[in-house]
């Protein structure tokens, strides 16, 4: 795979200061993030947060396998569901808390990685991608045919959560969403901590050169069976936290919404649209898309071209976009993607790099 | 033993259809090494070509007698057109200007694109299932206790013509032979004088063409259509190409018959339920015990 070439280091040596400005910067922004629920009363934003949250973390554990070890999943479905579902059957059936079952979730998210690993990896390039959702898609059939252990189609619904109680004191009832908000920091901060630390790793180093060119890699001794595993099962471990998180936050799952090809697909663009193999990249991507997304469903960018008076609401073209756009969030999303990968095909952190290279150097 | 023939001959009927689609992505992936993820919503264009268009046309002429059947000709030919430009566009804006990138970046695009269709299909013909036209009267046809219709004759007959024509333009003509040549090493190809660009435009156009074809034979036999119809029946010919050994005709011919013929009778047993999954598992074997396919030649794939 070329694709790390062609995103270029940025020119550190030339500008120390501006590393320094955007390492307080972010540092800021992570302490600003804790204070937040303190001052912000708004589900709304809430809400938001912690679906960026997620999808950060979603999108930052593909980026683990298919960015640093280029072996593109688009079978990550499997792994969000398996968190997801075990947590939710978990709690469901067996009354297992949730700050446990996202644990056995994790476990059994790498019991299916270790098996999914190890046959679809002896395939590469685009055989891997077309094995992946195989059997992605043979999870999310399984799910919706095994309706004595999984419900089904109905999907699992939970109506309530136990308080958590740690040392005789209540620590929160899960009723507002301030408590999902830590847990979904907490996560993103863990798997963006993750990345770092397997970037700079000697771990790191074999994924990279596994990307770079898998028989070279081969040929100095790198076991590319086992290192694919390594990285998928981290990969995976941390996708089912985001799948346990979303499935408690939302409380009801079924199998296309956990399981489906499109949340597969979905991760794969977070990436693609911040920039593969960087650790920025799956965070701009998620804060970008999950409030185009959002806006788009509640139609809330109609409203405000109407507001503006770019286009009246009485007119065709006003009531076509109130009609239509609010189901068109994928539809853009399919127009991004083509633009990006024309466009950026780093992504928009390798299109900044690039940028600030490019001045770098004249 | 009836059952048996009468699963058989669905099989038989259906794998037809999944054949249509895996030529279309048997000679993209060949020449290209490109899983073009949006042929199936071509499939899905062709289909609302042939709802639209049928509607109309039964209108007009009926659905009897000869007037009908030259209308469902017509049709077929209008849906092909349609889809032939539609291919032609896609690989024009999607694709060529990334000819010389990583194979997997056109991938991701080709995924793009398929959302666009996908969700562009949602918005212009409306998500909720539309009942496809009968072009023409349906007969069923019993043959010693295995029933069948004239559609599933249709639909086989069609599907053999259109199969021999390929075969055809594959292996009798002056274009199937760049077609080739470039599919075996574009680089050389193109310093033969090929012009490489105009071959590959012209395969996306044939495949295409095909999705069209299968998109109106599919409404026929499964008259329920909407916009993310064609996901699945694109992804199961994709496997079907893959079963067959990926770069040939007939390979790609019999992948689709055994995928249909496969799911037919998962379809009639008691498994019935997991029905869309079989093709993958398929898949998935086929890929670990002998990932050349069953008429495809073994080479160490190189990504």
Known sequence: ?????????????????????????????????????????????????????????????????????????????????????????????????????????????????????????????????????????????????????????????????????????????????????????????????????????????????????????HSLGIGLTFYKNVALAISAIFTSLAGSLYAVYVGFIDPSTVLGLDVSVQIVIICIIGGIGTITGPVVGAVLLVPLSEALRSNMITDLLIKVGIVGEETRMGLFLKEHLSQAHVLIYGILVVVTILYMPAGIVGFVRRMTARKARA | MQTLLQNLLNGIAAGSIYALIALGYTMVYGILKLINFAHGDIFMIGSFVGYYAGNWASGKLGTTGVAATVSAAGIMILSMIVCGTLGYLNERIAYRPLRNAPRIASLITAIGVSFFLEYGGQMVFGPDPKFFPTLVPKNVINLGGVVTTNY????????????????????????????????????????????????????????????????????????????????????????????????????????????????????????????????????????????????????????
């Open chain 2, 152 to 303: 599933q004759l249709i639909v086989l007959a069609v599907a053999l013509v259109f199969m021999g024509l390929l075969q055809y333009i594959v292996y009798g003509t002056k274009f199937g032979r760049a077609m080739r040549a470039v599919s075996f090493n574009f680089e050389t190809a193109s310093l033969m004088g090929i012009p490489t660009d105009r071959v590959i435009s012209t395969t996306f156009i044939i495949g295409s063409m095909l999705a069209g074809v299968a998109g109106i034979l599919y409404g026929l036999s499964y008259p329920r259509i909407d916009p993310l119809m064609g996901i699945l029946p694109g992804l199961k010919a994709f496997v079907a190409a893959v079963l067959g050994g990926i770069v040939n005709v007939p390979g790609a011919v019999v992948g689709g018959l055994v995928i249909g013929i496969i799911e037919a009778f998962v379809g009639g047993s008691q498994y019935s339920n997991y029905r869309d999954a079989i093709a993958f598992v398929i898949l998935i074997v086929i890929l670990l015990v002998r990932p050349s396919g069953l008429f495809g030649k073994y080479e160490a794939e190189k990504v």
């Open chain 1, 1 to 217: 795979m070329m694709e790390a070439q062609t995103i270029p280091k940025p020119i550190i040596p030339r500008f120390p200061s501006l590393k320094f400005i955007l390492r307080a910067v972010a540092v800021l922004i992570v302490a600003a993030l804790f204070f937040v629920p303190n001052y912000v009363e708004d589900t709304y934003i809430l809400h938001m947060m912690i679906l960026i949250f997620i999808n950060v973390v979603m999108g930052s554990s593909w980026n683990i396998l298919g960015g640093y070890t280029g072996q593109y999943s688009v079978g990550h479905a499997a792994y969000f569901g398996a968190g997801a579902y075990t947590t939710m059957l978990l709690l469901q059936y067996k009354q297992v808390a949730p700050w446990y079952g996202v644990w056995v979730g994790a476990a059994a998210a790498l019991v299916v990685a270790v098996i999914i690993g190890s046959i679809c990896f002896r395939l590469r390039g685009p055989y891997f991608v077309l094995a992946s959702i195989a059997v992605a898609e043979i999870f999310r059939v399984a799910t919706l045919n095994l309706k004595d252990i999984t419900n089904g189609a109905e999907g699992v619904l939970i109506t309530e959560i136990p308080p958590l109680v740690i040392g005789g004191r209540l620590i929160t009832d899960w009723a507002s969403k301030v408590p999902f908000y830590y847990i979904g920091l907490v996560f993103a901060l863990l798997i963006i901590g993750v990345t770092w630390l397997v970037r700079n790793s000697k771990l790191g180093y074999y994924f990279q050169a596994i990307r770079e060119d898998q028989d070279a890699a």
